[in-house]
């Protein structure tokens, strides 16, 4: 009898699907416990800036949202490797490191105070950076998408394309609303997360129905 392997249980995908709601609930969440945020205005991250009165507990479910996605992720590039599909194995594992790189320069790389967001700078280092990693991720995602092809994973692959072109349009308008100071930041920002949550949860849930 054949081993079940690890990426076989539904447990594993669903993470990246939690992972994925979580992400989601997060602008609403912090409406609901901090009235003063306008998530119009300014940027999911500043619910974790320095002084925020919640930081502890955004960023900690920040981390684990991207945790939990990173865990479905590894689990698609598992199964690409062990039916021995190079380019879907590439594809899938460069999402992976790619989405990694965008939790930790979110999260990790010293996180500014509230009126850094309230009066941003006209494009910091971190933003240079995350914009190099946004599109190398959606880069990915497109590269996927276009190798599932090949195994007729239309809705799959139509799904990923579509998103990846929105999360790159999205944050493209949140860093020109960054540079022009208009108070639409914030609401480009929801979208651009949504439009990469999505993706990656949409393909966590796909996986998922699959699995035993």
């Known amino acids: 009898m054949q ?3 690890w990426w076989q249980h539904k447990i594993y995908f669903g993470f990246g699907v939690v992972g994925a709601l979580t992400y989601f609930l997060e602008s609403i969440v912090g409406v609901l416990v901090w009235p003063a945020y306008q ?11 320095q002084d925020a009165p919640h930081r502890v507990g955004f960023l900690i ?5 991207g945790i939990m996605i990173a865990i479905a992720l590894a689990a698609i590039w598992s199964y690409h490797q062990f039916q021995h599909e190079r380019r879907m194995a590439q594809g899938s594992l460069a999402m992976l490191f790619s989405f990694i790189m965008w939790v930790l ?5 010293p996180n500014f105070t509230m009126v850094n967001y309230v009066v941003p700078e006209n494009f910091p280092a971190k933003n240079i950076v995350m914009a ?12 996927y ?12 692959s139509n799904v990923l394309t579509v998103l990846a072109l929105l999360f790159v349009i999205f944050s493209v308008l949140e860093f020109g609303m960054q540079l022009l100071n208009w108070p639409l930041r914030g609401f480009f920002d929801i979208l651009a997360t949504d439009s990469l949550a999505l993706g990656l949860g949409f393909s966590s849930w796909y996986f998922m129905r699959q699995a035993i």
């Open 39 to 49: 998530p119009l205005a300014y940027p999911i991250a500043i619910l974790a800036a």
């Open 132 to 143: 190099v990693i946004i599109v190398g991720l959606a880069a990915a995602m497109l590269y």
């Open 145 to 156: 998408a276009k190798q599932i092809q090949k195994l007729n994973w239309w809705s799959l």
């Open 61 to 65: 479910a920040q981390v684990v949202a």
């Open 3 to 5: 081993q079940q392997q």
């Open 105 to 109: 320069v979110n999260n990790v790389w």
